[in-house]
């Protein structure tokens, strides 16, 4: 059975770093397409990165060159290293698999909030 | 990276089949058959619903389906329920190794 949780989600102030996590279970990330995508309050959900089995990676314009995502395959984990956050970043991260972006419908992200 | 067009509301009564579209460009949708459907309910992840144009995972009522039309996709509820109500949303690849999602529809049962 799927399983992904996110973690690290905090309130940061504007230009300040966070890493967030998604750990996974009942597969091995290093076979799947791994993504993050965002929901801002009262919005719409944002693709915002995927990382290749191979460990290619790619970016959504509005983080490229801020955001980088990465992911230990020992620990089963991916995670995205957020710098110079913006108010504009404030959103719930989740994690998702595949190119299908499949959720763990039973998560509820990790809540990103940079005051603007 | 413009979204995919949904519209923002769509309502039916218990019983009825409803159609969900989502239009895109031949960058992402009119291209590649990557295309996925999310059911949301408040505070909640979403859940996939269709991937693949028209797949279904073995967990999701056959009630919900797919297809394709050139730049648009469509999302077609059967027997609607009123657990039904939700919002919807769809995805596609589009060109240079990128996913998009549409704005999302709001799905009210009366």
């Known amino acids: 059975e799927v399983q992904l949780v996110e973690s690290g989600g905090a309130l940061i102030q504007p230009g300040g770093s966070l890493r967030l996590s998604c750990a996974a279970s009942?597969?091995?990330?290093?076979?799947?397409?791994m993504s993050w995508v965002r929901q801002a309050p009262g919005k719409g959900l944002e693709w915002v990165s995927i990382?290749?089995?191979?460990?290619?990676?790619y970016y959504a314009d509005s983080v490229r060159g801020r955001f980088t995502i990465s992911k230990d395959n020992s620990k089963n984990t991916i995670y995205l290293q957020m710098n110079s956050l913006r108010a504009e970043d404030t959103a719930v991260y989740f994690c998702a698999r595949g190119w299908e972006l499949e959720f763990d419908p039973r998560g509820q992200g990790t809540l990103v909030t940079v005051p603007s | 990276q413009s979204a995919l067009a949904q519209p923002a509301s769509v309502s039916g009564s218990p019983g009825q089949s409803i159609t969900l579209s989502c239009t895109g460009t031949s960058s992402d949708i009119g291209t590649y058959n990557y295309v996925s459907w999310y059911q949301q309910y408040p505070g909640k992840a979403p859940k996939l619903l269709i991937y693949g144009v028209n797949s279904r995972p073995s967990e999701v009522s056959d009630r919900f389906s797919g297809s394709k039309s050139g730049n648009t996709a469509s999302l077609t509820i059967s027997g609607l329920q009123a657990g039904d109500e939700a919002d919807y949303y769809c995805?596609?690849?589009?060109?240079?190794?990128?996913?998009?999602f549409g704005g999302g529809t709001k799905l009210t049962v009366l």
């Open positions: 009942g597969f091995n990330v290093r076979s799947h397409y």
């Open positions: 990382i290749h089995s191979g460990g290619t990676t």
């Open positions: 995805s596609s690849y589009r060109n240079s190794n990128t996913w998009v």
